[in-house]
């Protein structure tokens, strides 16, 4: 009787510790990132989709293993400070500084010891984020697309298919860092070319309509739009301007252009939060930022919407057609 009780208590003990460690894991917190984005959560749904896929991908799911707490500025650049301080104090695991530079900045004023996934579309050296892109060191690293240093290029291939636009329209947010260098660049490349460019600034809705009544009063041959959440936040408005006012505009990437841009050069949003899904896992899973070097777009696309040159009265050149990534009939 006695060495059956014992059997009995060896088995019991031995299951509970079989299962105890299971146990201890379903009691361990979630891990929670903390989303930073300068702009509102409606427009930009279907980029934090994208993220959560890169999330997913590597094993995690929101609601599931992971908590994911969203602050939205609205456009308000001021309120991204006290954002990144809240996730601080809130000890989130890491720290998803999306829609441009001002949300990273803001994220690596308020820490060095959390870690930090930035997204941008410039060079993060320019603004202290990285000590390099290859070693970044600290607590930072990213997903980087060098959009701004490609404006003279899609300067470029506007003017092809607008040749007789002698001065063209630059439409940007001066609230944003990396448009500081953008309109000396800009102004170079137009140079080489033979153009004028005129800056227009916008940081509001009705800023947008502003600048249209410019283009449309100075009769401006055709319209760049630089990369920016905001004007991406707003990108129906200045999509449906443009065509209203017949101003032939080219856009950072696709999905800035939406269904109705004319034609755009530039890389995949969609691609790159997902990307930065996938970097911010590998932090949740043990790498270290500095380990990381910054994810760099390698790879732009050029997309043509036919339909809309038709409807400016455009003839887009054959070389034009041959080089696209897209073309929308």
């Given at each position: 009787m006695l060495d059956l009780r014992r059997r009995d208590f060896v088995t019991l003990l031995g299951s509970a510790m079989a299962a105890w460690p299971v146990a201890v894991r379903a009691q361990q917190p979630m891990p929670v990132i903390g989303f930073l984005h300068g702009q509102s959560p409606r427009p930009f749904a279907p980029l934090v989709a994208s993220f959560n896929r890169g999330l997913k991908e590597a094993g995690y799911i929101e609601g599931e293993n992971l908590a994911i707490e969203y602050r939205?500025?609205?456009?308000?650049?001021?309120?991204?400070p006290a954002f990144a301080a809240e996730f601080v104090k809130r000890r989130v695991s890491v720290i998803a500084a999306t829609g441009g530079i001002n949300?990273?900045?803001?994220?690596?004023a308020a820490t060095n010891t959390i870690p930090i996934v930035f997204m941008s579309n410039d060079d993060p050296r320019k603004f202290g984020?990285?000590?390099s892109l290859n070693r970044p060191d600290g607590n930072v690293t990213g997903v980087s697309w060098f959009s701004a240093e490609t404006g003279p290029k899609r300067l470029a291939l506007l003017h092809d298919l607008v040749p007789d636009a002698k001065t063209i329209a630059v439409l940007l947010n001066p609230n944003i860092a990396e448009s500081v260098r953008q309109p000396a660049e800009?102004?170079?490349?137009?140079?080489?070319?033979?153009?004028e460019i005129v800056i227009?600034?916008?940081t509001t809705p009705s800023d947008i309509d502003?600048?249209?009544?410019?283009i449309v009063q100075r009769r401006l041959g055709a319209l760049v739009v630089t990369g920016d959440s905001f004007l991406l936040?707003?990108?129906?408005?200045i999509v449906a301007l443009a065509a209203q006012h017949s101003v032939p505009a080219m856009y950072v990437n696709r999905q800035m252009a939406g269904a109705d841009g004319l034609m755009s050069y530039g890389n995949s949003l969609v691609d790159a939060y997902r990307r930065a899904g996938g970097y911010t896992?590998?932090?949740?899973?043990?790498e270290k930022p500095s380990d990381l070097p910054v994810d760099q777009a390698t790879r732009f696309e050029l997309m043509i919407n036919l339909k809309t040159a038709r409807t400016l009265g455009l003839r887009v050149p054959e070389k034009l057609i041959a080089t696209a990534d897209e073309v929308i009939e």
């Open positions: 939205w500025a609205e456009g308000h650049s001021d309120r991204l949300p990273a900045i803001a994220a690596k984020l990285v000590a800009l102004a170079e490349a137009a140079r080489s070319l033979g153009l227009l600034s916008a502003i600048a249209f009544g410019t936040n707003q990108r129906a408005q896992a590998r932090i949740l899973k043990g």
